[in-house]
């Protein structure tokens, strides 16, 4: 049933993964990015080895998802590269760009996957150095304009470091969350929505890879977002529309309403659902799947909502 994550092929030897703890950059190039986004997909593995009571699988795959910590330098605080020595391969910059192969980095640099760890946010967050380290790290990648003179061609629809225009960073503005700042949240969000999507033929800020792009933005607009698509938790943000109907199994329904007086009105001042105060940052796939109503009230300035 795991067969696909034990079965090596191509970016994937698993012998050499479970061998180091890590993806060796000189024997598997895009080692850093496979490696991060390959602990996640242990997780997953793990999750589901849980569910079928299958204690040894999932003890091996729940180890299997923490090695990102092996590829951590404690003291530039970044994921970076390792050989099979387990040495650290220098030089390093963290804003240097990968393409698919080569570079330790797939279309995008070290700042970037830096917060690939949706399983685990609350560890990202103490090996940052707690959280107003990591809060302070989401400022840095948002304003850093600096560009490196090796750019990639899936770099596009900057925000500071934040390059909308592919995948690997579309999650990160949700995670202002996880530090105790949903405002900064809301903020980014709506910067987002508003200025790098428009309906001419250049709309998009990237390529819209599996519909990724039109994704985010539907899920955005409606209100939150799955950071981690497999622990059944929506991470919410900043509503664009007015009003939308989920329509769900059972002839329920899931109906969202945003309730602003003008559209500068992009911070959220409460939640409700189902009538109910809803102050967590989050609402559950089974709230929707319940059905019933989320009611998101906003205003021009942050409030105290979701910490």
Known sequence: VYNSSVTSHPNSPFEVWEKYGFMPENIQTQSVSITLEQAFDDWCVAQLAAKLNKDADYQRFHKRSEYYRNLF????KFFQSKNDKGEWIEPFDPYQYGGNGGHPFTEGNAWQYFWYVPHNIQALMELTGGTKAFEQKLDTFFTSTYKSEQMNHNASGFVGQYAHGNEPSH???YL?????????????????LNTLYNNTSSGYAGNDDCGQMSAWYVFSAMGFYPVNPADGRYIIGSPLLDECTLKLAGNKEFRIRTIRKSPEDIYIQSVTLNGKKHKD???T????MNGGTMVFKMGKKPSGWGK
């Open 281 to 283: 940052f989050f609402i």
């Open 176 to 192: 202002y969350n996880f530090a105790g700042q949903p405002w900064k949240t809301q903020k980014y969000v709506s910067h987002i």
């Open 171 to 173: 999650h990160i503005a």
């Open 73 to 76: 330098h404690p003291k530039t």
């Open 285 to 288: 796939h089974q709230d929707i």
